[in-house]
């Protein structure tokens, strides 16, 4: 058998995260993000136009997100090794590696920006009714912007140019799991052994620094937007109140969702590809593999 559970993976598992990832990504690509962008179109006169053109700045990267990651890609982390194996129909083709990881760094940053500049659209609809003076300026925002744009342009000139297979990649192929893999088809790209990244430890270094850069301001911004609110519900009518408890929660989910299921699982897959964990069960590797 093979170990760190992989036997597990290659049977069972990776087909069922490459099936469901499918199947949520085409019911999004299909169906909720064009009915939320006819919302946005047609009912124009239901928020004000900066934040709506936020909305749908977010919609249209969410699905280039999930076509070009949850389809045309579909990377799989390969922890204890250090690399990534994709199975989408551009890793079966004759796509390079390098054009292939560039891809794959452009899909998993792409709609950051949007949800930044979300975010503070909603802190400023949100400071302006409670008639705050703690807000970011439109020229404080396209600062932001530029400066968010520019970190995530870093992240996928780094993720591209430095997702290299290992010097020592013939070696690896002789592994029995990176073998196993490598017979279901599609691409490998193996940057080492357990525990070394090889160059690429470079843009994971980068990716911690950007979240420390980018992270800290929506959060702030998150909490202000809820404390204005809670601060202001006995100066409004209770019309008004519900609006603005309706805009704290959608502001709380949207954060909390940017946090579970991007943040956290982008850093625990490259955590795991960064230390070795050969000493973890197998069952826990292969449990968390797929997610």
Known sequence: GLRFGWNADIDYTM???????????LWSLLILHPEVLYILYTKKSVMHSSLRYAYISEQISLIINELVFSILTRPYPLFPFSGLHCDGPLARGEMPKTDLMFLVGFSVVVDVPSFVFLIMRMHTATATAAGSSIRLSNAAQVIVMVVTTSLMLLNVITFGSLARDATYYDKMLQIPEISALSSRGGTNVLFGVPGDLGVFKIEFYILVATICICLPLPSFLTAHARCLIAN???????????????????????IL???????????????LMYIDVRHWPDWLMAFLRPL
């Open 15 to 25: 087909d069922v995260s490459f099936v469901t990832r499918k199947v949520i990504a």
């Open 257 to 271: 969702e940017f946090v579970v299921f991007y943040l956290l699982p982008l850093v625990l897959v490259f955590t």
């Open 232 to 254: 202001s519900r006995s100066a409004i009518s209770e019309r008004a109140q519900q609006a603005q408890e309706r805009l704290s929660r959608v502001l709380f989910i949207q």
